[in-house]
């Protein structure tokens, strides 16, 4: 089992990573908290998996929340749902809520939990490979509007991150795949070893050790950005051209992980463009690897359009992340003229 710590602003992280780690959760509680009562939040397709067991566990009386899959629930409606749960069940600011789901149902929990009474303790469980290496580790927590996705959030560190990668078995293909998109990035732009030990034939018998190199980035990172002013930006290598082609597709024809990987192969042409190493050939090869796509299935005039509405745009200038060399990631602000010709040129 790994540990690393998060020093946050409003808490200390304790995050352990490790294989079958999940029937140690109420250990790792006791070990920090006190709480009376206990609320878990999951979805309709984890409830049935892992709820019993994780409930079983405590002996003090736990109750939940099953909230619908799917990103569509992320809501504020679902928030207040959840806030009345808490409520009936008479939860106080030294009780503890745990999330127990991928990233929507780790990002609304958070969000409850930052809120509800100005905060309680939080603890995050996350069961997606996105999950585990991305969101429930950072301290970004939110839910979408009609007018877009993760409008409205806060930054809150949950306390405890359990990670048990033996849970990802359950994972179907596509989403376990889609997860690998954001492995590939940290590989890319940090630690070159993740793409080693991720193109070895076995590797999934090896993800607790491949989590935890991820991971480790994540804290390093937020460690010293916490609240996404400049150097956190490096995290969305992929994430700029694969935000504008994930809106042309209405968040619906790609997944995340698609676009991300998209996102990676044109941002490798970009930095070849520029006049850096070409990985374009490396990076392409790699996702297929893992049945990711690498080929922008929209005309790149209108990526470069819903592009323009990124949030890491600034000004006349969007912050572009490339990579020289592997495993090293670099912010160049490149005006949006220079971006269009050289995103058309072939
Ligand atoms: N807070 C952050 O820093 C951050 C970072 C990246 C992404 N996100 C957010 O994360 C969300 C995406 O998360 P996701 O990809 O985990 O999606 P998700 O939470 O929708 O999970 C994907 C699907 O897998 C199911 N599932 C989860 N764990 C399972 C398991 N172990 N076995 C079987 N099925 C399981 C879920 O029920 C769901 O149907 C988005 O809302 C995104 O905005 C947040
Ligand atoms: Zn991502």
Known sequence: MYHLSLHGSNTDSDIYIGSGIFS???KHIAEKFQPTRIHIVTDSNVAPLYLEQLRAEFPIGVTTTVIPAGEEYKTLDTVAGIYAD???AELTRSDLVIALGGGVVGDITGFTAATYLRGIHV??????????VDSSVGGKTGVDLPQGKNLVGAFY???LVIIDTDI????????????MAEVIKYGCIANPDIL?????????SN???????CVRIKRDVVQQDEHDTGLRMILNFGHTIGHGAEKVGHFTELTHGQAVAIGM???????????????????????QAHELPTQLPYPIEEVYAAMLHDKKRAGDSINMILIHPMGKANIHKIPLEQLHTLLTAE
């Open 86 to 88: 808490l409520s009936e």
């Open 168 to 179: 990802l078995t359950s994972l179907p293909e596509h989403i376990f795949n889609d997860g």
């Open 157 to 159: 560190q949950p306390e």
């Open 24 to 26: 140690q959760t109420a």
């Open 265 to 287: 192969v044109q941002a490798a042409k970009l930095g070849a463009k520029l006049g850096e190493t070409d990985y374009t050939q490396q990076i392409t090869e790699i996702c």
């Open 123 to 132: 603890c995050q469980i996350p069961t997606t490979l996105l999950a585990q």
């Open 196 to 204: 080693n030990m991720i193109a070895q034939p076995d590797f999934k």
């Open 207 to 213: 993800m607790q050790h491949i989590v935890y190199e």
